[in-house]
């Protein structure tokens, strides 16, 4: 399987990226292609003696910036790290089996549905965040990517989070949860209303209706589905109490002797508690409804956000997540 990098994408490109890079090509059985300036990805990896060694490169001679427009990725930046990955993708699928950037979302999310396309049938591409729960981990989406949205879109929304809960989290048969101002059917404005109606006639998921906020991240849902504006604003609000709590913690353990003493028994159970709530073990967000597997990773991710991120990818490919979602939009 051979999965295409952006190497410079993201904050931290391109050490970061060749480093998480070359852990995946270690640990999981891939095959990396890493897409940028040859000589550049060369040359950095000599410089931190990082082998390249069964590694492969995509040559870009030129890379998409940040303060970039989305929009100009085909028409100015073509020859683009980012662009040079998604035509790859698209030409060529039988030798590539994924693309992971860290690099702008919205130029990804308009590559993504210019060049690799979206699955026939699906009105609009989704972010899907892998999000941390009280039970298990759940998908969010459309996490940003579609502000305003119909209800149809919702209903190809769930399918999709549908899909990739049960192939790639391992949910038998997972929940489907509205995200809503309250629980009653009748509940929301009437985007939700009619989006309401929609799901429940939905066969081919499980609807269990409304969720309110509230009850996301105790576990009431294993996809809760929202329009890019509603669920961009749990995304990030999720991020600040988690931030906000991991701290509290911190200064109550560390803040004095008696502290110090307590935190020493309850260091295992806070340690496994930081790894569940630190997104980099959840690699990054599939964009969902693309025809074909690409991972947005995390702006600021670092090579161990990267080595989850291909891990991720690979996740989707064997779970054949593509492949299903088209078999679902069909029914």
């Known amino acids: 399987m051979k999965i295409i990098v952006d190497a410079f994408g993201g904050d931290n490109a391109p050490l970061e990226i060749i480093k998480g890079s070359r852990r995946a090509a270690d640990k999981l059985?891939?095959?990396i292609v890493l897409a940028g300036p040859e000589d550049r990805i060369k040359a950095c990896a000599?410089?931190?003696?990082?082998?390249?060694?069964?590694?492969?490169?995509?040559?870009?001679?030129s890379v998409f910036e940040m303060d970039y427009e989305p929009q100009t990725i085909l028409r100015e930046h073509g020859d683009t790290s980012m662009a040079a990955g998604l035509k790859a993708l698209a030409d060529d699928r039988e030798q590539y089996s994924a693309f992971v950037s860290a690099g702008s979302t919205g130029a990804l999310m308009v590559g993504a549905t210019l060049i690799v396309k979206r699955i026939r049938g699906v009105r609009r591409a989704a972010i899907a965040a892998v999000m941390p729960s009280a039970a298990a981990p759940f998908v969010l989406l459309d996490a940003?990517?579609?502000?305003?949205?119909?209800?149809?879109?919702?209903?190809?929304?769930?399918?999709?989070?549908?899909?990739?809960?049960?192939h790639v989290l391992g949910v038998e048969n997972p929940r489907v949860g509205l995200a809503n101002i309250g629980t009653e059917d009748s509940k929301g404005d009437p985007l939700r209303q009619e989006a309401h109606a929609l799901l429940?006639?939905?066969?081919?998921?499980?609807?269990i209706g409304n969720m309110e906020a509230r009850e996301i991240p105790l576990g009431g849902c294993d996809v809760a589905v929202a329009d890019g504006f509603t669920g961009n604003i749990i995304l990030k609000l999720y991020e600040g109490m988690?931030?906000?709590?991991?701290?509290?913690?911190?200064?109550?353990?560390?803040?004095?002797p008696l502290g110090w003493l307590s935190a020493v028994p309850a260091?295992?159970?806070?340690?496994?508690?930081?790894?569940q709530m630190d997104y980099k073990e959840y690699g990054g967000a599939p964009l969902l409804g693309i025809n074909g597997?690409?991972?947005k990773?995390?702006?600021?991710?670092d090579a161990k956000a990267i080595f989850h991120a291909i891990r991720q990818a690979k996740a989707c490919v064997e779970g054949k997540v593509v492949e299903s979602i088209k078999e679902g939009i069909k029914a």
């Open 29 to 31: 059985g891939v095959t």
């Open 46 to 61: 000599a410089e931190n003696k990082i082998s390249l060694e069964g590694m492969e490169i995509l040559h870009a001679p």
């Open 144 to 166: 940003g990517a579609n502000a305003e949205c119909t209800a149809e879109m919702l209903g190809h929304f769930a399918l999709l989070g549908s899909v990739y809960a049960k």
């Open 200 to 207: 429940k006639r939905q066969a081919n998921i499980n609807f």
């Open 242 to 256: 988690g931030k906000m709590f991991m701290g509290k913690l911190k200064g109550l353990f560390l803040g004095s």
């Open 267 to 275: 260091a295992p159970g806070l340690l496994k508690m930081k790894k």
């Open 293 to 295: 597997v690409v991972i």
């Open 297 to 301: 990773a995390h702006g600021s991710s």
